[in-house]
């Protein structure tokens, strides 16, 4: 069988901005082509602090914030989102994540997963958010 190879170069990075990004080695936002993804985003600030500590609606609200302005830095929108991931360490938050969800996302209409976890990665954390767009 023949060997099937590609390039794909990375267009653009988006810094993570977190105390935490050069450690682990990631990136908010990386465009390829057509494709941006996003990484896991919590509710934190540049210096690590935890906005709305365990509330789940103000956690998402912050978190669809601070994604719109990284993905806008490759030139994408939320109309560009064609899937959503959230994660939640407790699944009873759904209604309150989805309400957040829905205000952004409720005529765009992505693919979406809502998935309980055991824990974030500091305890006020209660949602985390991933997201997968298409640029034509």
Known sequence: MAELTASVSVNMHVDGNRP????????RVVKMGNLVEVS??????????????NDA?????YILEEVEKAIAQVGAT?????RTRVFMTNIEDWPAV????GEVFS????????????RLMLPEL???FEATLWMP
């Open 40 to 53: 896991g985003t919590s509710s934190t600030t540049r210096d690590g602090q935890v906005i709305s500590p």
């Open 20 to 27: 935490w990004a050069s450690i682990v080695g990631y990136s």
């Open 126 to 128: 209660c949602v985390e």
């Open 107 to 118: 005529k765009i209409l992505p693919a979406c997963s809502f998935v309980e976890v055991s």
């Open 78 to 82: 939320y109309q560009n989102t064609i």
């Open 57 to 61: 609606y103000g956690q998402m609200k």
């Open 98 to 101: 989805a309400k957040a969800h």
